[in-house]
């Protein structure tokens, strides 16, 4: 089987057995044809690589000037294509098994405080209800909805954008989320999102989707979300560079966790696969657990 065989039928293998999103299978179908490229000019492949061609290959990428986090991302393409290799019998060996990976320095996610969460969606609700032409009401009440959905549930903006109308048409309590991989999660909806809904639905007209639109998908785009959810920010007195779909899903998490919530909750309700992935927000509580300690530990000093 060709080099570019043996890369199409990981990645066929990636989209029908793990359920990998279509911009995921594109990333690495990139990634795979950079690797496979700067092995070919170097007389090797994937059956032959060597873990000196891996080092070298992501020292070549620190020489471009990319960023470590997005190495790390290139390796992890690399390994899980070699594993697939490995398993198929196609080779004995794993090249980048003992292949360290670029350290990265993790940013802290952008967090909006509950005030501003408030301001945002106090200003949605008032311009949802404001006295407008039929286009801009129906726009502007759509924004107050995806708000409220995500602030109330955490989503992911694809998942929120691309929910179907059937998931919120009963009147119940939980929502389920189509998440990564075409995993489900259940999450609660607070009763302020459930009415938002309710009001939201008897505009639409008969369709499958809950945020639809004239684009290729049938619903929102997320770029279009984000315009408008920036315009709102702007108007609102929030600098629209603080503000992002995914702030508000930061903004949902921390304030779980600065309201006491437990991290393996938070986990849960993100859909993140592993709980490292959620213990960057436990930055919210060092504050917190300081003044906690420094108020009641026995040694601490009198104020």
């Known amino acids: 089987m060709s080099e570019s065989h043996l890369a199409d039928a990981f ?12 911009n995921t ?3 690495y179908r990139r990634d795979l044809g950079d690797y496979l490229g700067f092995l070919a000019a170097r007389k090797s492949g994937p059956t032959t690589a060597t873990r000196e061609n891996v080092v070298a290959y992501l020292a070549s990428l620190d020489a471009q000037g990319l960023a470590a986090s997005s190495s790390a991302r290139r390796l992890s393409a690399l390994r899980q294509f070699h594993r697939f290799l490995c398993a198929d019998n196609i080779r004995a060996d794993d090249p980048t098994r003992i292949v360290a990976s670029p350290r990265t320095q993790r940013p802290l996610p952008k967090v909006l405080s509950v005030a501003e969460i408030d301001r945002l969606l106090t200003l949605a609700e008032e311009e949802a ?19 409220e959905l995500l602030y109330a549930t955490g989503m992911r903006v694809s998942e929120l ?8 048409m009963r009147d119940a309590t939980f929502l389920t989320i189509r998440g990564k991989g075409n995993k489900d999660r259940v999450v609660p909806v607070n009763d302020r999102a459930r009415d938002a809904v309710r009001t939201y639905v008897a505009t639409l007209e008969p369709g499958p989707w809950l945020f639809p639109a004239n684009g290729a998908d049938g619903y929102l785009t997320r770029q279009v979300f984000s315009r408008e959810l920036k315009g ?3 108007r609102a007195g929030i600098a629209s560079t603080r503000v992002a779909p995914h702030v508000l899903r930061h903004a949902f998490a921390s304030h779980l966790l600065a309201g006491g919530a437990d991290l393996r909750v938070v986990q ?5 696969a592993d709980i490292a992935t959620t213990q ?10 300081r003044s906690l300690v420094e108020g009641h530990h026995p040694l601490a000093e009198d104020s």
């Open 11 to 22: 990645l066929e293998m990636m989209s029908a057995e793990r359920g990998a999103a279509k």
């Open 268 to 272: 849960t309700l993100l859909g993140h």
């Open 280 to 289: 960057i927000y436990t930055h919210v509580l060092d504050e917190k657990l």
């Open 25 to 27: 299978i594109e990333a």
């Open 129 to 147: 209800n404001a006295d407008a032409s039929p286009q801009k009401r129906a726009v502007a009440l759509r924004l107050y909805v995806l708000l």
């Open 161 to 168: 954008v691309s929910l179907k109308r059937s998931a919120v």
């Open 232 to 234: 709102l920010a702007g």
